[in-house]
């Protein structure tokens, strides 16, 4: 068990709507990472928050957002899905500093998205 | 830009059988090569950190190392336990501003008992 939590495990709805994804780091760390994670593409870097604020983003489409609040859980929002953004969807987290072990990033079980 | 080539993409082993999958990448001034371990539907899990050519590390029946181009994750004598897909990512240098890990496509480890 990493310590990073995600919900729900499982998502299945149709294409056109909206879901969330919610994800709780591990305690102590301030950074959230988001990865999309589908059989053609393997791991995809989305977006990272560092304390409440965007730091970095990736590949992430204009449809997807996502926040930090200050309790540091994290929400990725996904909007007029489309069949192809059936996936699966890491969050990690991570201490958020440069130095040492503190850069690992320890990953969520995920949730995985089904549109149909 | 980043990249990260694995192979090979799957290894089948009979229990017992010392083998190697290799990483190979390109970065800009590494700041660390990650390698995670990743069970069918689950999330990535975190195995090793190397930040510098030369480095090793071990854990029980793998054993990781780091040159300028690629990294190896050697497995001795593995067991059926040790079925999984290994990830391989980087993450850049500080200068580059960029935080995001790059993953290689993995490779997909069977051990047959």
């Known amino acids: 068990d990493s310590g990073v939590t995600q919900t729900p495990k499982h998502l299945i709805t149709a294409t056109g709507q909206r879901v969330t994804l919610r994800c709780s780091p591990r ?30 983003k990736g590949n992430i489409l204009e449809r997807f ?12 929002n996904l909007s007029s899905l489309e069949l192809g953004d059936s996936a699966l969807y890491f969050c990690a987290s991570s201490v958020g500093r440069l130095a040492g072990e503190e850069d ?10 089904t549109v149909l | 830009e980043d990249q990260v080539t694995q ?6 082993l009979q229990e017992g059988e010392s083998s190697s999958l290799n990483c190979s990448y390109t970065v800009s001034g590494l700041r660390g090569l990650f390698w995670y371990r990743q069970d069918p539907g689950k999330g990535p899990e975190f195995l090793f950190t190397l930040y510098s050519a030369g480095e090793e590390k071990e854990k029980e029946r793998l054993k990781a190392t780091l040159t300028k181009k690629e990294s190896f994750l050697h497995i001795t004598a593995p067991k059926p336990e040790d079925s999984a897909t290994y990830l391989c990512a980087v993450r850049p ?3 580059t501003g960029r935080r995001a890990l790059t993953f ?7 051990v047959q008992p």
């Not at chain 1, 301030?30 to 393997?42: E, H, P, R, T």
């Not at chain 2, 290689?104 to 069977?110: A, H, Y």
């Open chain 2, 104 to 110: 290689g496509s993995g490779t997909r480890l069977q």
């Open chain 1, 27 to 56: 305690s102590g760390d301030l950074s959230v990472y988001w990865y999309q994670q589908s059989l053609d593409q393997g791991l995809q870097f989305l977006i990272q928050y560092y304390n409440g604020e965007e730091r970095a």
């Open chain 2, 7 to 12: 192979s090979p993409e799957a290894l089948r």
């Open chain 1, 65 to 76: 957002s996502a926040q930090q609040f200050p309790d540091l859980h994290s929400e990725l």
């Open chain 2, 93 to 95: 240098g500080p200068d």
């Open chain 1, 104 to 113: 690992t990033q320890y990953f969520g079980p995920g949730t995985r998205l």
